[in-house]
């Protein structure tokens, strides 16, 4: 019982003492005068002064300075040198072809002295596939290595995985 009477005791003289510091400090208004060291001379010498008048001291500490706000409208600066019509044709010339879904589900897995064998449904019709095999010209077993098989479509030429489980 008594530590918890101490710990609000003590917390309680930690709020005295910070307000105690607090009204002993002096607040004093100085400007912090801050000189700029000279600047290296760069490959390309520099006709225009240095100018300091986009600066403004932020009072209180005098400590810190801010920048001018910048009132310029962001832009896409990796499509700067292309123009809107260039980008607007290039859309409308390239029709972007989108994968199908994979049409395949998984149904189970043979192993075979070390070979795998991997079950698959498509709507009515079962496939047993090993690496290599093509199904429907559009679709190649890629690599088969459990939990995950890569089969990838053959006109566009990207890469989907399956998950098939764990070898038991």
Known sequence: MAKKYAVWVVLVLTVI???????????????LAVTAKPRKERLVKQDAPLDTNHLSLISSN???????QIVDEPENIFTMFVSQDDLNQQSVDQEIELPPENPFRYAGKLVDDGEILVFLIEGQKNYSVKVG??????????????????IKYIP?????????GAVS
């Not at 005098?62 to 920048?67: D, K, L, Q, Y």
């Not at 095999?133 to 890569?150: C, F, G, N, Q, R």
């Open 62 to 68: 005098g400590a810190a300075f801010s920048r001018a």
């Open 133 to 150: 095999d093509v199904l429907e010209d559009s679709w190649e077993i890629k690599a088969i290595i459990p939990p995950l098989m890569t």
């Open 156 to 164: 566009l030429n990207i890469e989907m995985q399956m998950q098939i």
């Open 17 to 31: 003492a910070c307000y105690w510091v607090e009204s002993k400090q002096d607040h004093v208004d100085d400007e």
